[in-house]
């Protein structure tokens, strides 16, 4: 009986323990897509509405343009900006009031082409915040160490220099990822880990020359898949699972997409992952094996509907997911039918779950508070929030949303009922 009992505990721990990961509260955000890169928080206590005045504006700082998501801690909102296309600038804000606290700045600009030139060339990746280590990615490759408290640099590295890359044609675009005493990015033609310390390369692997020159758009994720806890990458030609600990490509698969644009960051759900991408379509992928016979990956079905630029959430075996026809899509994930797919938003949405609701902010300022109902899109209310562009990924903490519009960082309260 005593074993039973142990047993059951241990189970109930190793569920409780998985929940935690596939989902977390938001008292703060301090990386990519939120507590733990997936969008989905728990705890929340969100409005029935967001019309009705409940949004109330806290405050409004004005700085130059960035597409980095801001970070926020309990007092402290961190965010990035492209100042005279010249400068890489990082600054820390009062929670409470916006006021600069301090700003680090370091030369870095570069012109992007073709069709992402029309919204402009900055800064793109959204930093890390772990301890007191701040982890920013400028454009032209390089990832620099920051003291959060003060704002001095603990250390830079160059990829271009330091593994004699090309810069990368559309810039920097992945996030790092900041896990125990590493950290990972893809930049330098490949992904890399990093010794948190001090910035020494440990490895590099998944050199990928797929598309146009560079480093890929895709931030990566570290799950526990098939019994080995791992790094999920997706390049600019495939998705695969990478060994934390050596560099090892421990499996990988061909993700088909138009000029190398996989972008969005993969989606893991126990053993299978979802993706999608710009020319290729939407896929779900398993994962099989051990580190002991090898692991292999097959895919288990594939939608022609495509992502683009917006990584989607899963609720109750769902994935809801924009698209790049700017339509938004349900899709079953145990069959990859789409349940619905509606009439044109906007070109980009970030999105944040919390049980059955959805918050999407669209780029032309307008906020959407949706409910997950895979039998037809349920559109609770909207409402705009900002008369400027809004690319950056929301971030929401303690019932405060944060939205970096182009040239200001924006805070609103919301009041519960």
């Known amino acids: 009986m005593r074993n039973r009992s142990y047993l059951f505990w241990l189970a109930f721990t190793f569920v409780f323990a998985a929940r935690s990961f596939s989902s977390a509260s938001a008292e703060s955000w301090t990386q990519w897509r939120g507590p733990d890169r997936t969008g989905l928080l728990t705890g929340q206590n969100w409005p029935q509405k967001i019309s009705d005045g409940r949004l109330k504006s806290k405050w409004q700082t004005p700085l130059d343009s960035s597409y980095s998501s801001p970070l926020v801690t309990e007092d402290r909102v961190f965010v ?3 100042r005279d296309q ?3 600038v990082v600054r820390a804000l009062s929670r409470e009031t916006g006021k600069e606290l301090w700003s680090t700045e370091w030369p870095g600009a570069m012109t992007v082409p073709f069709f992402a030139a029309a919204n402009g060339s900055w800064i793109r990746a959204t930093p890390a915040l772990k301890g007191d280590d701040l982890f920013v990615a400028g454009i032209r490759d390089v990832l620099v160490c920051l003291d959060a408290n003060n704002g001095s640099i603990k250390w830079k590295v160059d990829f271009v220099e330091a593994t004699g890359s090309q810069l990368p044609t559309f810039g920097c675009a992945c996030s790092p990822l ?3 005493d590493a950290v990972y990015i893809q930049a330098g033609g490949g992904f890399a880990k ?8 440990v490895w ?3 050199q990928d020359g797929g598309g146009m020159g560079g480093s890929a758009f895709s931030s990566p994720i570290i799950a526990t898949i098939a019994g080995h806890r791992q790094a999920v990458v997706q390049t600019r030609s495939k998705l695969a699972g990478v060994d934390l600990k050596s560099g090892t490509e421990l499996w990988s698969i061909p993700v088909e997409a138009f000029r190398g644009m996989n972008i969005l960051t993969p989606t893991v759900i126990g053993n299978r992952i979802f993706t999608s991408s710009y020319g290729g379509g939407s896929f779900l992928f398993e994962v099989a094996g051990s580190m002991d016979d090898g692991f292999k990956v097959s895919q288990i079905w594939r ?3 495509q992502g683009y630029m917006s990584s989607p959430v899963v609720i109750d075996g769902h994935v809801y997911l924009h698209l790049r026809n700017q339509r938004f899509a349900c899709i079953d994930l145990s069959t990859g039918k789409d349940k619905w797919i509606t009439e044109p938003f906007g070109k980009y949405w970030s999105l944040i779950a919390a049980d059955d609701r959805i918050l999407a902010l669209d780029e032309r300022g307008e906020l959407l508070l949706i409910h997950a109902n895979p039998e037809k899109f349920d559109l609770i209310d909207r409402q705009k929030v900002s008369e400027n562009p809004t690319w950056a990924h929301l971030a929401i903490a303690d019932g405060q949303l ?3 519009e182009l040239q200001s960082m924006h805070v609103l309260d919301w009041a519960n009922e």
């Open 80 to 82: 990035t900006e492209t």
């Open 86 to 88: 010249k400068t890489e």
């Open 178 to 180: 900041v896990d125990k």
């Open 194 to 201: 990093l010794d948190r310390a001090d910035g020494r390369v």
């Open 204 to 206: 590099t692997t998944l």
């Open 303 to 305: 939608n022609k509907v």
């Open 402 to 404: 944060f939205i970096r």
